[in-house]
C-alpha cells in the first residue's frame, strides 16, 4: 500500500484555526508573467521539463501572499501525456513527484524566513482526463473512453503523488460524475489520503455534464477522505449560486475557486472579457456567506488578489 500523505485531515485541521483556508491563484498565469512558454498540449507541466526553478518560484510567491495551501503543477502531468513525449513510464511518475517536491521546497523556505506562521498545506493536483486531451474537454466532460480506462489513466499519478508526500490531494476541475466516482473509488484504495473534490460548472446548478450539484453532494457526503467539497475554474457569476446549492446538502467545507471573471475559448486556447478579480474580497464575502470556508482563485487570478483575500480574512476579529 502506499504511504499515506496525513492521518490527520489538514483541512479541517486548519478551520479549526482559522475561519477561512486561503488558497494560492493561478499557477500557468504567473509561470508566463516569469517568461515560459506554455503553448504546448502539457501546459504547466512542460515547465517542469525545461524551467522546474520558476514553478518553485510561483509557489513562493503564493506562500509570501499568505496563501494557507498551494497546488502543485500537476494538473497537466500524467503517464500518457509524458509518454507522447517519449518518457517512460518511470521518468514520467519521477517528474510527477518532482511536482510535490518543488512546492515543499518553496513552502519549507518560506516558512525558514517567517518561522511563526501556521504551516501552510501542498496538495497535489489531480486534473481530469479532458485536461491530458487539451480540447477542452474538462468544461464537457463526455469522454469516449471506458470507466476501466479512465482508472487506468489515474491511477499511477495519484499513487505517484501520494508517495511524494503531499498532505491532500486535489481532486480538481472534474466535469463528469462517473469520473469524479473512479477517482474516488481510487482514493478508497489508500484509506489514510485525504483530498479535495471540485467541479467545472454549466450554472449555480449543475457540473459540466449535467449532473445536478445536490446529486453530487448526496454522493459524496458520506466520504470520510474527502476533506471539502466545491467548484473551482468556474464564471464568477454563478459561484455563489453553487455554493449555496452544495451548502443544502453537504456538511463538508465548501471549497471555491473560481477564475478571474474572463471567459475561455477551447479552440483558440485564449481568454476574452474583462477581470473581475479586483472585487475577490468582497465576492468572496458573499462565498463566505453562503457556506464556502476553503477561498482562492483559478485562472488568470495572481498573488496580489490571494495577498488581498489573506489580509481580508486573517485580519477579521
Known amino acids: 500500500m502506499s504511504k499515506p500523505l496525513n492521518r490527520l485531515n489538514p483541512i479541517e485541521s486548519l478551520l479549526s484555526r482559522q475561519d477561512v483556508l486561503v488558497l494560492d491563484g493561478a499557477l500557468a498565469t504567473e509561470?508566463?508573467?516569469?517568461?515560459c512558454d506554455l503553448d504546448d498540449p502539457l501546459w504547466s507541466a512542460r515547465v517542469l521539463l525545461e524551467q522546474p526553478e520558476a514553478i518553485k518560484q510561483v509557489h513562493a510567491d503564493y506562500y509570501r501572499a499568505g496563501a494557507d495551501c498551494s497546488i502543485t503543477a500537476s494538473y497537466q502531468a500524467t503517464v500518457d501525456g509524458f509518454g507522447g513525449r517519449g518518457f517512460t513510464k518511470e521518468e514520467a511518475l519521477s517528474l510527477i513527484r518532482k511536482t510535490v517536491t518543488l512546492a515543499t521546497e518553496a513552502r519549507d523556505k518560506v516558512l525558514e524566513e517567517d518561522p511563526d506562521r501556521e504551516r501552510p498545506l501542498v496538495a497535489a493536483s489531480v486534473g481530469p482526463y479532458g485536461a491530458y486531451l487539451a480540447d477542452g474537454s474538462e468544461y464537457v466532460g463526455q469522454y469516449s473512453i471506458t470507466d476501466e480506462e479512465l482508472y487506468a489513466f489515474h491511477k499511477p499519478r495519484m499513487e505517484a503523488l501520494i508517495e511524494a508526500g503531499a498532505d491532500l490531494l486535489a481532486i480538481e476541475t472534474i466535469p463528469s460524475f462517473r469520473e469524479a466516482r473512479i477517482l474516488a473509488s481510487i482514493l478508497k484504495?489508500?484509506?489514510?489520503?485525504?483530498?479535495?473534490?471540485?467541479?467545472t460548472l454549466t450554472d449555480g446548478r449543475t457540473i459540466s455534464d449535467g449532473t445536478l450539484l445536490k446529486d453530487v453532494a448526496n454522493e459524496f457526503e458520506g466520504n470520510s477522505q474527502l476533506a471539502a467539497i466545491g467548484v473551482n475554474?468556474?464564471?464568477?457569476?454563478?459561484?455563489?449560486?453553487?455554493?449555496?446549492?452544495?451548502?443544502?446538502?453537504?456538511?463538508?467545507?465548501i471549497i471555491v475557486y473560481p477564475n478571474s471573471g474572463e471567459s475561455y475559448d477551447p479552440d483558440t486556447k485564449t481568454w476574452h472579457g474583462s477581470e473581475s478579480c479586483e472585487s475577490f474580497p468582497a465576492?468572496?464575502?458573499?462565498?463566505?456567506?453562503?457556506?464556502?470556508?476553503v477561498i482562492g482563485g483559478c485562472c488568470r487570478t495572481t498573488p496580489e488578489h490571494v495577498k488581498e483575500l489573506s489580509l481580508k480574512w486573517k485580519n477579521k476579529a
Open 31 to 35: 509561470l508566463e508573467r516569469y517568461g
Open 189 to 199: 484504495e489508500t484509506p489514510e489520503v485525504y483530498a479535495w473534490l471540485s467541479f
Open 233 to 253: 475554474c468556474a464564471p464568477l457569476e454563478v459561484v455563489t449560486d453553487a455554493v449555496e446549492n452544495l451548502h443544502n446538502y453537504t456538511t463538508k467545507p
Open 283 to 293: 465576492q468572496s464575502e458573499a462565498w463566505y456567506k453562503a457556506g464556502a470556508r
